[in-house]
Structure formats: C-alpha cells, structure tokens
C-alpha cells in the first residue's frame, strides 16, 4: 500500500481521497480553505454525493484518511501527490491553470525526492509540461490520471470504472499510479501525458455530440409520430453504436460537458484545428433549450405571460445537488423571459440565489394552483410519483415531461400530455 498526498478537496479530491483510503492506501488530504479541513477533520462532508460521507467516516476511523491544514505534514512521506485543484473556464473557454500551477509550486517546496505529482483536474493538453516547469526539481515525476466520475455515481464509478488512464513519459511511473487502483481489476491504460489529457476531453466532448444528436432525433420524434425511447432502444441495440447515454432530456449541461466542450474547442484552435462537429454540439444543445421553452410556450396554449407553472428539478441531473450550467436553470429562467411565474421544487438543489422563480419544499406545493407541470430533473421521487397525488390540485392539467419518465397514468389523466422526444 502507499502513502498518498491529495491537494484540494473538492468534489474529484474528495471522492479520490476517501475511494483511495478504502483500498488501504495511507491518504493525507490538504485544502486552502481551513474550514473545509476542519469539518472533514470532524466528518462533515461538504458535498451531496450517494455514500460519500459514509465512505469518508469509515476512511478517518480506519486511519487511512486524513487531512490537513498544512501541506507540509500532508506532503511527509507522499510517494504520489494528486492535484485535484479546480480549472475555471476563462473568458474564451480555455481552461485556467492558475491554480494547478500555484498548487505544484507549493507541492514542490515539501515534496519527498522522487515523489509521483498527478494531475486528476481535467487539464489542456501540454498541462503536464507546464506542472514540470512549475515544480522545477529534477527528483519529481509527472503523471496524468484523468477521472471520469459521474455526479450522483462517483463511488459506483470509482469501483467500477471503464479504464483507468495513466499518462507519464515515463511508463513505468504511469504503471505505478495505474496499480494504485489494484484493487478495481479494470483495464489500465498506459499513454503519455499528452494522451492522457485529450483522452479525458475526447470522452466528455463524444458524450456531448452523443446527446445533442439524441436530443435532433428526440426534435423529429416530436414532429414525426416517431417515439424517441423506441427509436433510441432500436439503434442503441446495434453493438456498435451501444445503449448507454442516449436518453433524451431538455439539453445537456453540468460543472463538466459545456466547460469541457469549450475547452476542447479552444484546445482544437490553439493547433490549428477548425472542430465544426464540437462546434455544432454545443449550438444544437442551445437549439434543444429553445425547442424545450418554445414546446412548453405552444402547450400553454400560445402564451406564458402570467401563468403559474411548476418546476419538478433544477439540479442538472439527479442524484445531485449541482446546479453549475443546469438545464433545468436554463428553461426556467426562458420561462421566467416569456413572463411565466414559475414555482419550483428539487428534492436537493436551491435555485440561484437571483433567480426570480420561487422555490417550495414539496412537489405538491409546486403544483398547487398550477397551470402546467414540466418535469425537469430525473429524480426517483418524479418517476414514481401517481398522477392522482398532484393531478387534481392543479389550475389546468397540462404536463409537459422533459426527461420522458412519468408513468402512463400521467398521459392518461392530465388534459394535455406532452413527453420529449414524441407528439
Ligand atoms: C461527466 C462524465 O459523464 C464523467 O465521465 C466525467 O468524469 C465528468 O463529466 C467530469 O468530467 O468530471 P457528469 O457531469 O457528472 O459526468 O454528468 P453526466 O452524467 O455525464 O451528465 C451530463 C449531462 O448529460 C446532464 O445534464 C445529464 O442530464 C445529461 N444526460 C446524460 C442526458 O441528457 N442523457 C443521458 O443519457 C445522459
């Protein structure tokens, strides 16, 4: 087992961290904000993740998880150091490196001679050379070990990944933080750093096109007769194209697909490349908000203005409290534009703070007087809610279903039924 060092414990530090520990490695974890450390130090978990303070608590009482509010006393004895910083967008989409560059800077004052310093933050590629030149010692190695945890799914994801990536220029350091997940007998995956990078972009960026062309089939569904479910079932059976990601919905979003996809594209420009297919992912998912808004407008019969309608979901996707880039933000705010008052309810999620919609602690009290129900989050408590429960408080019974997972009973007794992706 070895000893391992993570710098920031947001939410891939964190899930790297306790999932680290629970393999039996010796994890010593540091952030800059004292009070984070603090909680964590005393089992308060700062993020909404299925298991995730559960996996934490286990980790501090076995020993195997620890933090610090001083990199120094994490850093003691660290054959590998994780940089799980954050990498904000900037203004042209390219992604800053300000803070992974400060982080390796001060790795670099306590690393132990021959230390493994790993990239996990989903960084440019080149981000690898740049973290070399920052650290300035000779005794430290490089690595590239991109994470593709899902929100809501990061512990299932970290036990049971597709792949684990590890890029050095060295493949013998890349084995090494590769059999740091010995324990997940998966495929490794041995690159350079640079491949490692583009792989981590590669994938969320073919995702993104994945469902911006579910969410084009799901449009001509809606005007064709044609069911998208059905339609997605009939081609995702093909082996080669597969079932999984192609559920249509009101548009992707979240804290990685735009920022991701606009990386990738500032990424392509910075070589000379013209993405068009990136490109158009990004515009048909904008398309998708508009079609989504202009529906729920024409099923209002024509117009929004003054009309209560109530919002199931704001989180981006279930299983999380994350409202970064979240669709359901999105449609509600084109509501709120075409001069709906829109009440909404998320069993996890707040609204932002300037948002002029109005947030209640229940389903039944968003539909309270509503003339329309959308549904635009895929929690468990919507797809097994009976229509009978909300049906009858609401002003008009008109249910428009973004993520197509009501049951029937809701087509059946609401006046007007619209699903995504069928008439
Ligand atoms: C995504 C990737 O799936 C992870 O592999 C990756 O590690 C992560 O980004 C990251 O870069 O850190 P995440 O942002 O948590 O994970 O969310 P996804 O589950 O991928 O969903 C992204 C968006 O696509 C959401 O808005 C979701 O509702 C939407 N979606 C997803 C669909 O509309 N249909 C689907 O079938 C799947």
């Given at each position: 087992m070895s000893?391992?060092?993570?710098?920031g414990?947001?939410?891939v530090?964190l899930?790297?961290s306790?999932g680290?520990?629970?393999l039996?490695?010796?994890v010593?974890?540091?952030d800059?904000?004292?009070?984070?450390?603090?909680?964590?130090?005393?089992?308060i978990?700062?993020?909404?993740?299925?298991?995730?303070?559960d996996?934490?608590?286990?980790?501090i009482?076995?020993?195997?998880?620890?933090f610090?509010?001083?990199?120094?006393?994490?850093?003691?004895?660290?054959?590998?150091?994780?940089?799980c910083?954050?990498?904000?967008?900037?203004?042209?989409g390219t992604?800053?490196?300000?803070y992974?560059?400060s982080?390796a800077?001060s790795v670099a004052?306590?690393?132990?001679?021959?230390?493994?310093?790993?990239?996990k933050?989903?960084?440019p590629v080149?981000?690898?050379k740049?973290?070399k030149?920052?650290?300035s010692?000779?005794?430290?190695?490089?690595?590239s070990?991109?994470?593709?945890l899902r929100?809501?799914?990061?512990?299932?994801?970290?036990?049971?990944p597709?792949?684990?990536?590890?890029?050095a220029?060295?493949?013998?350091?890349?084995?090494k933080?590769?059999?740091?997940y010995?324990?997940?007998?998966v495929p490794?995956?041995?690159?350079?750093t640079?491949?490692?990078?583009?792989?981590?972009?590669?994938?969320?960026?073919?995702?993104?096109?994945?469902l911006?062309?579910v969410?084009?089939i799901?449009?001509?569904?809606?005007?064709?007769?044609?069911?998208i479910?059905?339609?997605?079932?009939g081609?995702g059976?093909?082996s080669?194209?597969?079932e999984?990601?192609?559920?249509?919905?009101?548009?992707w979003?979240?804290?990685?697909?735009p920022?991701?996809t606009?990386?990738?594209?500032?990424?392509?420009?910075?070589?000379?490349?013209?993405s068009?297919?990136?490109?158009?992912?990004?515009?048909?998912?904008?398309?998708?908000?508009?079609?989504?808004?202009?529906?729920?407008?024409?099923l209002a019969g024509?117009?929004?203005h003054?009309?209560?309608?109530?919002?199931?979901?704001?989180?981006?996707?279930a299983?999380?409290?994350?409202?970064?880039?979240?669709?359901?933000?999105?449609?509600?705010n084109?509501?709120?534009d075409k001069?709906?008052?829109?009440v909404?309810?998320?069993?996890?999620?707040?609204?932002?703070?300037e948002s002029?919609?109005v947030?209640?602690?229940?389903?039944?009290?968003?539909v309270a007087?509503?003339?329309m129900?959308i549904?635009?989050?895929e929690?468990p408590?919507?797809?097994?809610a009976?229509?009978?429960?909300f049906?009858?408080a609401?002003?008009?019974?008109?249910v428009?279903?973004t993520r197509?997972?009501?049951?029937?009973?809701?087509?059946n007794?609401a006046?007007?039924?619209?699903?995504v992706?069928?008439?």
């Amino acid at each position: 087992m070895s000893k391992v060092a993570v710098v920031g414990v947001g939410y891939v530090g964190l899930c790297t961290s306790a999932g680290l520990a629970s393999l039996g490695h010796e994890v010593h974890s540091f952030d800059v904000i004292t009070e984070k450390i603090s909680n964590l130090q005393n089992g308060i978990v700062h993020i909404f993740e299925e298991g995730l303070a559960d996996l934490v608590a286990s980790g501090i009482q076995s020993g195997n998880l620890n933090f610090h509010n001083d990199l120094e006393t994490a850093l003691s004895f660290a054959e590998f150091v994780f940089l799980c910083v954050p990498t904000p967008q900037d203004e042209d989409g390219t992604a800053d490196l300000q803070y992974v560059i400060s982080a390796a800077q001060s790795v670099a004052k306590f690393a132990q001679p021959g230390a493994v310093v790993i990239t996990k933050s989903t960084v440019p590629v080149g981000a690898a050379k740049k973290v070399k030149e920052a650290l300035s010692r000779e005794d430290l190695y490089v690595a590239s070990n991109p994470e593709f945890l899902r929100e809501g799914t990061a512990l299932f994801d970290f036990y049971n990944p597709d792949r684990i990536v590890a890029g050095a220029d060295d493949p013998v350091i890349a084995h090494k933080v590769a059999d740091l997940y010995q324990n997940t007998s998966v495929p490794n995956l041995i690159t350079s750093t640079a491949s490692a990078e583009l792989i981590k972009y590669a994938a969320n960026a073919f995702l993104a096109i994945k469902l911006s062309f579910v969410n084009e089939i799901a449009a001509i569904c809606e005007q064709s007769g044609a069911d998208i479910n059905d339609v997605t079932k009939g081609f995702g059976l093909d082996s080669r194209i597969g079932e999984k990601f192609l559920k249509a919905g009101p548009g992707w979003g979240g804290s990685c697909f735009p920022k991701d996809t606009r990386a990738l594209l500032a990424i392509s420009e910075s070589y000379g490349v013209k993405s068009d297919l990136i490109n158009s992912a990004v515009h048909s998912n904008e398309k998708t908000f508009d079609r989504i808004a202009l529906r729920a407008e024409q099923l209002a019969g024509g117009s929004l203005h003054g009309k209560k309608i109530a919002a199931w979901g704001i989180a981006f996707k279930a299983g999380t409290d994350d409202i970064r880039e979240s669709p359901a933000v999105v449609i509600i705010n084109r509501l709120l534009d075409k001069g709906a008052e829109v009440v909404a309810y998320d069993p996890k999620a707040k609204l932002p703070a300037e948002s002029q919609a109005v947030q209640v602690g229940t389903m039944a009290e968003a539909v309270a007087d509503a003339e329309m129900l959308i549904v635009l989050t895929e929690w468990p408590e919507f797809i097994t809610a009976s229509s009978s429960n909300f049906l009858p408080a609401m002003k008009a019974k008109t249910v428009f279903d973004t993520r197509a997972i009501l049951s029937s009973d809701w087509q059946n007794h609401a006046s007007t039924f619209a699903s995504v992706g069928s008439k």
